[in-house]
């Protein structure tokens, strides 16, 4: 399938704590409603593709919906969402006995981790704890045509980062700042534990068990995504095939209805035993550094599992995780007793904020 995009690259993470209405296609048919009358998922959809959304693909309680020439089976790169497969390998790990939850981390990867970092453990790299350095640039337009297929090995790109850091590291534990290093030493640690690849272990404790026929993690030499998929471009430019080099913090393909089982195995204790199933969704005591932009106010939201913890307008709380590569926005929550399950994937046009569709869309769909 080709569509057309220009993409955007905005930080998805804070996609949840944005508190702003609808853009104003998408809000039209609500202005002429009752101030009570809430956006409905197809209310929103209906107003779908517009100047800022060029396609939109979601999956509510397991039943699929489009808006523009999107296909609900498309395939989209699901960006930081692959977060919550990497926790879930290193609590089985934990489980299995072969992690120490509260180990120093460097007790696995010490060539990785400076000593400066000896404090931080397992357990501080999964609820993003660790106080490890802000990550160095990664490929973007500015570095020329083809930007989108060159990549950064996770040992490079944690070396990079190190070298760059600059001041006095926050005490490992104090504060949650969310930081994609923290998955790329998680899964550096994976394969040496297990002798084996990342991508190996994923498949065979997750993937395969599951059945997540649609569900990969590409090589970083691999730029292709299966079809039906969008074709995206930036700047004009065809960025479609592009590096999956994010890895264990953000590589992998998916689509909804794999996406959907996932979540349900992992929120039934399919996937972890009861000691470490508990932990999915335990949140840090500890404030939320002000930097950390992706939680309210100065309170912790992400989990050990590798959930952002989200309140509902109703005072309910959704779990779940948010993502973004060039060309897709998507996430994936539901509320914890599964009543409601939302996986969505927006295609920004990159002429405005696609922010304030995702937030009312979760809303919607999760809130009663």
């Excluded at 409601?340 to 995702?358: A, M, Q």
Aim: glycine share 8%; net charge neutral.
């Amino acid at each position: 399938m080709r569509i057309r995009l220009a993409v955007s690259t905005l930080a998805l993470a804070t996609a949840l704590t944005v508190g702003a209405a609808l853009p104003t296609a998408a809000a039209t048919s609500a202005s002429s409603a009752p101030a009570s009358v809430k956006p409905t998922v197809q209310g929103i959809l209906d107003h779908l593709p517009d100047d800022i959304v060029a396609g939109a693909l979601l999956r509510r309680d397991g039943v699929g919906a489009t808006a523009g020439p999107v296909t609900a089976d498309a395939h989209f790169r699901i960006g930081s969402a692959t977060k919550m497969f990497t926790n879930t390998v290193i609590l089985q790990l934990v489980a299995e006995h072969r992690i120490g939850l509260d180990a120093p981390a460097r007790r696995y990867v010490p060539e990785v981790l400076p000593k400066a970092y000896d404090g931080v453990t397992v357990r501080q790299l999964l609820d993003h704890t660790s106080g490890l350095p802000k990550p160095a640039p990664t490929p973007g337009p500015a570095d020329g045509l083809g930007w989108q297929l060159k990549s950064v090995t996770p040992e490079d790109g944690l070396r990079d980062s190190f070298a760059a850091a600059t001041g006095t590291p926050p005490a490992p534990g104090s504060e949650q700042q969310y930081n994609g290093l923290n998955s790329l030493v998680l899964g550096l640690i994976v394969e040496k534990v297990t002798g084996r690849s990342f991508a190996d272990e994923l498949e065979r404790r997750i993937i395969l068990p599951l059945r997540l026929r649609h569900t990969s993690l590409p090589a970083a030499d691999d730029p292709t995504i299966p079809s039906p998929h969008a074709e995206v471009y930036l700047d004009g430019q065809d960025v479609t095939e592009q590096s999956p080099y994010p890895w264990a913090e953000g590589g992998m393909i998916s689509t909804a209805a794999d996406l959907d089982r996932f979540i349900t195995a992992l929120f039934r204790g399919r996937l972890l035993p009861p000691s470490q199933q508990k932990l999915v969704f335990r949140v840090p005591n500890v404030p939320s550094a002000a930097d950390n932009t992706n939680c309210v106010g100065r309170t912790a939201c992400y989990s050990i599992g590798g959930l952002l913890r989200h309140q509902l307008p109703n005072g309910e709380y959704a779990w779940g995780k948010t993502g973004s590569r060039p060309g897709w926005d998507n996430g994936v929550f539901a509320t914890r007793d599964l009543r409601h399950r939302l996986v969505y994937s927006l295609n920004p046009t990159g002429t405005g904020n696609d922010l304030p569709y995702i937030k009312a869309l979760v809303n919607a769909a999760l809130a009663d």
